[in-house]
């Protein structure tokens, strides 16, 4: 299968380099330096956790210079710049393309379904976390890459979306086809709004969540507001999700931060507002009490 990933960033460039990696058919849609240097030496991924560098050659060009049809488009650009890609993804699309967005956002991949009426766009998400440490080089802090996607309604599933999942294996991620996308995509967002909403608020990296403190204790206070939102909105999880995230962190590197709080640091635009004040609005539809939302929300809108 052809697979094309809008995005060479901290999950598009992971991404794109397992399945290269994996003997896959991958181009890499991206620009600037970073393009230049993937094209020119190829991407190079340094494993934070173990200290090893390896670099791989890619198949990398700009949106212009893209003239193929992918069977698979994969999604990992920020939420603020998905209206961007709309253009590119009408230019490439054929009848049989399925389009997967990989973001942090809850619930993008219906938002983009009314964008690309004809198109199938799935749900998933990705557990993985990695920065851009230069142009053509990223970091990933930790080993987990398990990318989890699916249709939202049965009537929409196709085969290729298993061969989808199959690609991933061979790969060397974990590729989960679920049966249960906005429940497994709500789960995700369990972990990445609440670690970077506690990261932003106190100002620190995996580390200092990862011991006994006060940003530990409101990580998993805000975890437990999402699951409380999720029973409100008819979703139930068979995990305890405070566990279950708890570890994920701690297989992180302690010096790891998110994006979002990079993001904000550095002076960019972000996603804070789907990533912590879309929640506080979330609670308030459905009538959920969410303190530590609140609390952190109040505090950024009045320091950022």
């Known amino acids: 299968m052809k697979y094309m ?3 060479a960033g901290e999950t ?7 399945l290269t990696e994996g003997g896959k058919d991958v181009t890499l849609i991206a620009r600037g330096a970073h393009l230049k ?5 190829g991407l190079t991924i340094h494993q934070l956790w173990n200290g090893q ?3 791989l050659p890619v198949r990398a060009v700009s949106e212009e210079e893209y003239d193929e049809r992918p069977d698979v488009i994969l999604v990992c650009v920020k939420d603020y710049s998905l209206g961007s890609v709309y253009p590119l993804i009408r230019r490439v699309s054929g009848p049989d393309t399925v389009v997967i967005p990989i973001l942090n956002i809850y619930g993008t991949g ?8 004809g198109i199938l766009v799935t749900d998933g998400c990705i557990y993985v976390s990695a920065s851009i440490e230069a142009p053509g080089v990223l970091t ?3 080993a987990i890459c398990r990318v989890v996607f699916g249709v939202r309604h ?10 989808v999942a199959r690609d991933f294996e061979e790969s060397g991620m974990i590729g989960i086809l679920s049966e249960n996308i906005q429940r497994d995509a709500l789960q995700k967002f369990s972990y990445v709004s609440p670690i970077g909403a506690v990261g932003l608020y106190f100002n620190c990296a995996a580390g200092t969540i990862q011991q006994e403190g006060a940003p530990r204790e409101m990580f998993k206070a805000m975890i437990r507001e999402i699951v409380a939102l999720a029973e409100a909105m008819d979703i139930h999880f068979e995990q305890d999700l405070v566990e279950v995230n708890l570890k994920i962190l701690s297989d992180l590197a302690p010096e790891a931060t998110t994006s979002m709080q ?6 960019k635009q972000s996603e804070i507002d789907g990533l912590i004040y879309q929640v506080v609005r979330l609670g308030q539809q459905y009538g959920v009490v969410m303190p530590q939302y609140e609390e952190v929300a109040a505090k950024l809108r009045a320091s950022l």
């Open 37 to 41: 240097v993937m094209q020119a030496q």
């Open 53 to 55: 560098m390896q670099t």
């Open 12 to 18: 598009g460039g992971i991404l794109g380099y397992k």
């Open 140 to 142: 990933q802090h930790g």
């Open 110 to 117: 219906g938002r983009m379904q009314e964008q690309l009426p």
């Open 5 to 7: 990933i809008i995005g």
């Open 262 to 267: 990079r993001d904000i640091l550095a002076g």
């Open 154 to 163: 049965r009537e929409e599933y196709r085969p290729v979306l298993k061969e």
